[in-house]
């Protein structure tokens, strides 16, 4: 080929992908939608009756959780072998994060009046599961889906359809918030490489 009949120069190869997984910035919207002042209430309305159980409930999320998704394990060497429920629900490891998770949701509801309280609290989740776990951010999407079906069917009387859609609105701001301290500390970047 001679010069005049060369390729056009190349773009720049795309960033890796994770899992096949498109980029968090591409999905990302500018912000988290905010909540009105009746979602809030009735997120704390209903989570009231759901924490009254934090441990039972938070111990349900998590067994559903690995056991549909068995990928997730391999960030906990504690459980990370464990197959049978029963063995998980018996667990004091499980137990121990099940409500070290209700108890961060917990910290959200009750600070849905101070968004700058829910943001640092969740940025500080964020990076602890980016720098210190180096947790795929997919997997809190996948345990929002989780914690929702869970709560929708232990909770029938409490999450009715219109509850289910408030509830999904706060988990879509959750990730929002954990994603995006995922991209402060340069996932992105650095995740390909750790894969």
């Known amino acids: 080929m001679s010069r005049r009949e060369s390729p056009p120069p190349s773009s ?5 992908q994770l899992l096949g997984v498109r980029r968090e910035e591409e999905d990302r919207p500018e912000r988290a939608e905010p909540l ?5 209430e009735i997120i704390q309305d209903t989570w009231g009756h759901v924490y009254k159980n934090c441990e039972d409930v ?3 999320v998590l067994i559903r959780f690995f056991v549909n998704f068995p990928s997730a394990k391999q960030y906990f060497s504690q459980f990370q072998d464990m197959e049978d429920p029963e063995e998980m629900e018996r667990s004091s490891q499980l137990r121990h994060h099940a409500c070290r998770v209700m108890n961060a949701i917990n910290t959200v509801v009750e600070n849905l009046h101070d968004p700058e309280k829910v943001s640092s609290v969740l940025a500080l989740v964020g990076k602890a599961h980016a720098i210190k776990h180096k947790v795929e951010p997919m997997y809190f999407k996948i345990l929002s889906s989780v914690m929702l079906e869970v709560l929708a069917e232990d909770f029938p009387e409490f999450f009715t359809a219109e509850v289910q859609i408030v509830w999904t609105k706060l988990m879509g ?3 929002w918030h ?3 301290a995922y991209t402060e500390v340069g996932w992105l970047q650095v995740s390909s490489s750790a894969v």
């Open 178 to 180: 954990v994603t995006g």
């Open 173 to 175: 701001a959750v990730y």
């Open 58 to 60: 938070g111990v349900s």
């Open 12 to 16: 720049p190869p795309p960033a890796p």
């Open 36 to 40: 009105s002042d009746t979602e809030r």
